[in-house]
């Protein structure tokens, strides 16, 4: 009886933690997007609340820094029994970057101090900002939601 109730509780965790992962992509497939010269560009503010990034534009150099606040595993792991093999978890589902600066105009951008040069700029439009979705992708998604 004991050894059944166990396992009931390690499936109910394993479902929900499927379904908030998969939950999590869905909705990154419903972010306001707008397209730009062929590309789609998606918009910073909404990108950074869905993984957990602050967002702070400075209006002087007119740029957009987006800094990590916290591990995804928290959210997706809080039944202890999930929680067990820490290393695993947090190396599967740390962010790919936990800086990020971009200026609007520039197709430089740093993550984590180091440059890297993007194929499009992120622009401004209708009082938001936005940048490629391969921005979201390469530095933003947490690595598990890569894979």
Do not use: C
């Amino acid at each position: 009886m004991m050894k059944t109730n166990k396992s009931k509780k390690a499936m109910v965790a394993a479902v929900l933690m499927m379904s908030m992962a998969f939950s999590g992509l869905a909705s990154a497939a419903d972010m306001k997007t707008i397209k730009k010269d062929g590309m789609e560009l998606v918009q910073l503010r909404q990108a950074a609340k869905m993984y957990d990034y602050s967002i702070m534009w400075d209006s002087k150099d007119r740029s957009v820094t987006l800094m990590y606040m916290g591990k995804m595993d928290d959210k997706m792991m809080e039944d202890d029994m999930m929680m067990k093999d820490d290393n695993m978890m947090e190396d599967t589902m740390m962010p790919a970057g936990k800086t990020i600066k971009l200026w609007i105009g520039s197709k430089k951008i740093m993550v984590d101090g180091m440059q890297v040069n993007l194929k499009s700029m992120p622009v401004i439009h209708e009082g938001n900002s936005y940048a490629a979705e391969s921005v979201i992708k390469q530095y933003m998604m947490p690595a598990m939601g890569m894979k």
